[in-house]
């Protein structure tokens, strides 16, 4: 497919509920791809991890590379997670969406708070960013599907109300996907996913708050993604065996380990 076949197969895949799986590399994509998931996303905190740096950490530059490793490697559609989009002002933040579709993005996320740790934008800047990135979006020869993020949940600010209305606000600045990481049950997912007219995004991989894809269909999601926790199942895969090879001196992670031909079943020559 080419990139606007890709896009548009992006788009249909949300009429109703998938999971869209995050790599971490080109090699991941490959696998996840052959494992016969429709759709894959980028995760900046995974990204940030194979560079040896915790998340918040990687430049535009980086991320678009990154993207376009991701976008490369499979003939799969692709969503980036870009964070903040890489600054707090609305034009500046929207010139990446216009760059993430230069590399074949089907799609990207745009956040409403700045540097990890950092609350919230106030509500009337973080809705003119959105306006800003859809703006953009639309003006593309792609359909472009932008996911607006509210991160309340994860950014010290556990009001439900308050993120119902910034998602609201955000749909109707043009907004096709809707997200707020770090809801606490199911029946704030269903609160949420009632308030919204366009398909929500629900992302697993927070402990305690991550549940089953029936649950969450049956509560109104339409797209799950994965964040970094396919990156995090593979790394305590690594720390686990090589914590058996320094403290026991044995190698019995090798007997539950794929053989490296089965591995390459999933990669090009």
Not at 7 to 36: E, K, M, P, Y
Not at 149 to 168: H, M, Q, S, W, Y
Request: with cysteine; glycine share 8%.
């Amino acid at each position: 497919m080419n990139q606007a076949e890709k896009a548009g197969r992006f788009r249909t895949l949300h009429a109703s509920c998938f999971v869209i799986a995050n790599a971490w590399d080109a090699g991941s994509a490959r696998i996840l791809a052959g494992l016969g998931f429709q759709a894959l996303a980028t995760s900046s905190g995974a990204h940030a991890g194979t560079l040896g740096r915790r998340d918040g950490h990687v430049t535009r530059d980086e991320a678009l590379a990154h993207a376009k490793a991701i976008v490369e490697a499979t003939d799969l559609p692709v969503s980036a997670d870009f964070e903040r989009c890489f600054s707090d002002e609305p034009a500046a933040a929207a010139e990446t969406i216009r760059l993430g579709a230069a590399v074949g993005l089907a799609g990207c996320s745009i956040e409403d708070a700045g540097d990890k740790g950092q609350p919230p934008y106030d509500f009337d800047h973080a809705v003119k960013r959105v306006a800003a990135a859809v703006k953009i979006a639309r003006a593309l020869p792609v359909p472009f599907v932008l996911t607006a993020r509210a991160e309340n949940f994860v950014r010290g600010k556990p009001d439900l109300d308050d993120t119902i209305k910034r998602l609201l606000a955000f749909e109707q600045a043009g907004a096709d996907v809707l997200m707020a990481p770090g809801l606490p049950d199911l029946e704030a997912v269903r609160k949420v996913c009632a308030a919204l007219s366009r398909p929500y995004n629900f992302m697993a991989g927070i402990k305690g708050k991550s549940f089953s894809v029936p649950e969450l269909e049956a509560a109104g999601v339409k797209r799950i993604s994965l964040a970094t926790s396919l990156w995090r199942g593979a790394m305590s895969g690594l720390i686990d065996a090589a914590r058996e090879v320094k403290e026991k001196g044995t190698f019995g992670y090798v007997e539950r380990s794929m053989s490296t031909p089965d591995l390459a079943k999933f990669m090009r020559d």
